[in-house]
């Protein structure tokens, strides 16, 4: 049983920067992937961004070069780095502990609250 609790979003203006974090509890955090999910309204949850136990990262498209994947094993902590945030990037974000399986992160069924971005002037 995994236990994730994200912190960090807010309403930011285009432009700007967040950080979000999302801590792990109940498990050995070292040992799992982890990945940032988000969500619109009225949009599918996709995935943004995965860093295996190992370190290697994977970005959707949309967020490459703009977003920063991280993580912190001795915090039980993975963080998302969002820079030159714009407008489509307002949703609701989920942070998932899952695993690799042929370089391709999979979701597993551990799922933080969300928090909200909110990129707007």
């Known amino acids: 049983q995994v236990q994730l609790v994200e912190s960090g979003g807010g309403l930011v203006q285009p432009g700007g920067s967040l950080r979000l974090s999302c801590t792990a509890s109940g498990s050995i955090f070292s040992s799992l992937a982890m990945g940032w999910y988000r969500q619109a309204p009225g949009k599918q949850r996709e995935v943004v961004a995965s860093?295996?136990?190992?370190?290697?990262?994977n970005y959707a498209d949309s967020v490459t070069a703009r977003f920063t994947i991280s993580r912190d094993n001795a915090k039980n902590t993975v963080y998302l780095q969002m820079n030159s945030l714009k407008p489509e990037d307002t949703a609701v974000y989920y942070c998932?502990?899952?695993?690799?399986?042929?370089?391709?992160?999979?979701?597993?069924?551990?799922w933080g609250q969300g928090t909200q971005v909110t990129v707007s002037s």
């Open positions: 860093i295996f136990r190992g370190g290697t990262t």
């Open positions: 998932n502990a899952g695993y690799s399986l042929r370089g391709h992160y999979v979701p597993d069924e551990y």
